[in-house]
């Protein structure tokens, strides 16, 4: 089972920016579609972003397009997620999850592999 490692939330006012980062364990990253999703208090997860295996394709929810960009660099192991323009909104716990499948797909299957998230809090 993949392990997965959040890192780069924090404290920021509204309008600025985080970089989120996902280091993932093994060999077999870039066979992998990576995705981002985060939990507000009282509400439940929710999907954020998605990319593909190669990284060519990237998907996102209607709330962060234009302000969000998911990226990833299987050299590393690692998938990022660019956060701008940050709202109150935005505040939650983020994870990143890997697809439950190998190859390309069109949606995202979340596995059971999660990270323990990092807390992105945006003040207005």
């Known amino acids: 089972q993949v392990q997965l490692v959040e890192s780069g939330g924090g404290l920021v006012q509204a309008g600025g920016s985080l970089r989120l980062s996902c280091a993932a364990s093994?060999?077999?990253?870039?066979?992998?579609?990576m995705g981002w999703f985060r939990q507000a208090p009282g509400k439940e997860r929710e999907f954020v972003a998605r990319?593909?295996?190669?990284?060519?394709?990237?998907y996102y929810t209607d709330s962060v397009k234009g302000r969000f960009a998911i990226s990833r660099d299987n050299a590393k192991n690692t998938v990022y997620l660019q956060m701008n323009s940050l709202k109150p909104e935005d505040t939650a716990v983020y994870y990143c999850?890997?697809?439950?499948?190998?190859?390309?797909?069109?949606?995202?299957?979340?596995?059971?592999?999660w990270g323990q998230g990092t807390q992105v809090t945006v003040s207005s």
């Open positions: 093994g060999r077999t990253f870039s066979s992998y579609a």
């Open positions: 999850n890997r697809d439950s499948r190998v190859g390309y797909y069109s949606d995202f299957h979340e596995s059971d592999s």
């Open positions: 990319i593909s295996s190669g990284g060519g394709s990237t």
